[in-house]
């Protein structure tokens, strides 16, 4: 007869697969959310109540409930107060939470090994603690920090407060540090019981720097890979919990995130055409400017001004919206939806053309246009797009760089070649919005602003927005 | 389950990657139950324990709830206006 808890922990992990089938569809992606918020607050509730240990029931209730609260508090004020652009660090801030919290329950544990044994006389910790046992221990801290220290690291990249940091040779560095993580966890359970706290402490230490380094020279737009591998990693520490405590819930649990979060970090790579391996190993840096650099004058742009701007577009049949991430900063997607409807009021046919990766995060822009409520039957993915820009009289692109870069098509030495683009060169007329000349975050030139049918509107997307809806009024 | 996970994830149009990456964030949160365990069991002038596993329980509570509340965040956005 099975305890009413094992039947908590069971439903939680049938709320974990199903939760996460119905997120991969979007009729029921937010139900799917709330079944497996539902699994994981049976087990929550379950577990304070009922979990019994050689016949003792938990306690410490007060400690319990009010860690609780306040992780309750601050986790749902932040999440609900937190900008639209400031989501996918947010995601990775969390993830780092759970990652320290694997890590911390391993730290216990291995305290608690530690002090039971650490007063017996020339003996070894491989003596006293089952291989499997330590395993579970020293994994659960070794990758929950490595998740920890990224997912913090990560998070600065995205919210602008850490640059890029590569330097030559870093590649075997981290692979040094990697090898002396390893060797100082096997060192460690071999170690004499008595002093086996030391090189534990400096595995943990080895394990938050490779951490560091391993997320350190990764550019900012190959976060959202970086952050979804990271992901998986917090799963595998999970499931190492998950096989201290031989609890089932933990288990499905993490190793679900960790196979499931691998899975859509590879598909992440192919959005954007790259390999996993291109992605760690930050191509973006030297080289691109360098290339840059080569590459010298492109020639000259054309700038156009706010009223002919205004005009194409009124007298325009079909006009195609690019949306990146300059719209997201300047808060202009709702000065959007009203240019949307201003158009259509004249006759225009008007639709958006959504690359995988513009803005920060896969689906960036989708939430940004649906908060303005742009209707998503207008919003086209890349290869309906294309498909449209021959017949498209102008593309305005509000704050998109990369994602309409030529040199993906045409320069093999290019860092972003290879990854497929929007081809709004097809069309008669490009207007592109940008606050000023400078490269976007690939750090490259791009062509397409020389090119003949290109002109320039320079100015704050929301700005821009909003004097082209004057200007329409007048034509 | 490694299989399921993958089997899952199979086609996933790319607009709710991020959605999907959070809401499998929130998931492997379920870690909070060994930080539970850990200061339930906890005795009492056991500081570590007491220390660690408090931290580790805000950590692993900040995890679940931030991670379902921004989840259902990004996925109220994808509402379809007729």
């Known amino acids: 007869m099975p305890s009413i808890l094992s ?93 320290a919290c694997a890590a911390l329950i391993s730290i216990v544990e291995f305290d608690y090994l530690f002090q039971a044994n650490k007063t017996l006389n020339s003996t070894f910790f491989s003596d006293v603690v089952p291989a499997g046992h330590y395993l579970a221990i020293i994994a659960g801290t070794v990758i929950g920090s490595v998740s920890f220290a990224g997912s913090v690291i990560a998070w600065g990249k995205l919210n602008g407060k850490m640059r890029d940091f590569s330097f030559k040779g870093q590649h075997l560095f981290n692979l040094i540090i990697l090898t002396l993580v390893l060797v100082a966890a096997v060192f460690t359970y071999h170690s004499n019981v008595k002093g086996a706290n030391i090189p534990f402490f400096i595995t943990v230490a080895l394990a938050l720097l490779y951490g560091v380094f391993f997320v350190l020279p990764i550019g900012g737009a190959d976060m959202p890979v970086v952050i979804s591998l990271l992901n998986s990693f917090t799963g595998v520490a999970a499931a190492c919990a998950g096989f201290l405590y031989n609890n089932k819930a ?99 046919e008007v639709k958006y053309a959504i690359h995988p990766v513009a803005g920060r995060m896969p689906g960036h822009m989708n939430v940004l246009l649906a908060e303005a409520d742009v209707s998503y039957e207008k919003l086209l993915e890349m290869e309906d797009a294309n498909e449209e820009f021959k017949t498209t009289d102008v593309v305005l692109i509000l704050g998109a760089n990369d994602v309409v870069n030529p040199a993906a098509k045409n320069d093999p030495s290019s860092p972003i070649y290879g990854m497929p683009i929007l081809e709004v060169e097809l069309a008669k007329t490009v207007i592109v919005n940008k606050r000023s000349m400078k490269p976007g975050y690939a750090g490259i030139e791009n062509e397409l602003f020389f090119q003949p049918k290109t002109s320039m509107l320079f100015g704050d997307a929301k700005k821009v927005l909003q004097n082209l809806l004057l200007e329409l009024k007048t034509v | 389950m490694i299989f399921l996970g993958i089997e899952i994830i199979g086609r996933v149009p790319s607009v709710l990657h991020t959605p999907l990456m959070s809401g499998a964030n929130a998931i492997h949160g379920v870690v909070i139950i060994g930080a539970i365990i850990v200061m339930g069991k906890a005795e009492s002038g056991n500081y570590i324990a007491l220390i660690l596993g408090f931290l580790a329980v805000v950590l692993g509570t900040l995890n679940v709830v931030g991670g379902f509340v921004v989840t259902d965040r990004m996925l109220e956005m994808f509402k379809k206006k007729k």
């Open chain 1, 250 to 348: 933990m288990l499905t649990g993490g190793i679900l995130v960790g196979a499931a979060g691998t899975l859509l970090t590879i598909l992440m790579c192919r959005a954007m055409n790259r390999s996993l391996k291109n992605v760690l190993i930050g191509s973006f840096g030297a080289g691109a400017k360098a290339i840059a650099g080569e590459k010298g004058e492109l020639g000259n742009i054309k700038e156009i001004s706010l009223t002919d701007a205004a005009m194409v577009m009124a007298y325009a049949k079909k006009v195609l919206i690019v949306p990146g991430y300059g719209l997201a900063v300047a808060q202009a997607q709702h000065a959007c939806h009203e240019l949307e409807k201003a158009l259509e009021e004249k006759g225009v």
């Open chain 1, 7 to 99: 039947i908590c922990y069971l439903v939680a992990s049938v709320t974990f697969i199903l939760g996460l089938k119905m997120l991969s569809n979007p009729t029921t992606a937010r139900r799917g959310n709330l079944i497996a918020a539902g699994g994981m607050f049976i087990a929550i509730i379950g577990t304070i109540f009922l979990y019994e240990s050689d016949g003792q029931r938990l306690g410490n209730y007060p400690w319990i409930f009010s860690a609780i609260i306040i992780g309750s508090v601050i986790g749902t004020l932040t999440a609900k107060k937190v900008k639209m652009t400031a989501m996918p660090e947010l995601v990775s801030f969390f993830n780092g939470m759970g990652g």
